[in-house]
């Protein structure tokens, strides 16, 4: 999978999930790995944190240059990021009295990919249905 902003490669990865690997995961995961799972999503839940996760997919940013790229306070962002870090998604580090946020964990990068392209194909499929009817 290659992710492209601005004419920058950002991730070349190739992710394989097999057949197999879905069925063990629907037969093997246990409730409280349910609730993991769940808790993941709620994280993406909200379009703030998805904002966050845009710009810093771009490379790790300040608190304040995250700010003005998505327009919200500072004590909006801080509190999405501290989420954020709490729940291994992003990782920071100090540099004075800047401090600098990354993305962590790639796999929310693919899960956010994934379900965009599904809304789109989705509403794609929506479109043409709704163009048919209206020819008929």
Known sequence: MIIRSSNKVIMNKTVTITEEEVKKWNLNMPDEMLEAVANRFKLLSEPMRLKILRVLCEREHTVQ????????????????????????????????????????????????????????????????????????
């Open 65 to 136: 240059e995250i700010v003005n790229k998505v327009n919200a306070t500072q004590a909006n962002i801080s509190k999405h990021l501290a989420l954020l870090h709490d729940n291994g998604i992003v990782n920071r580090r100090k540099e004075g009295l800047k401090c600098y946020y990354r993305i962590a964990d790639d796999s929310i990068i693919y899960s956010c990919y994934l379900s965009s392209r599904s809304v789109v194909e989705n509403l794609q499929d929506r479109l043409n249905w709704l163009q048919k009817v209206n020819t008929k």
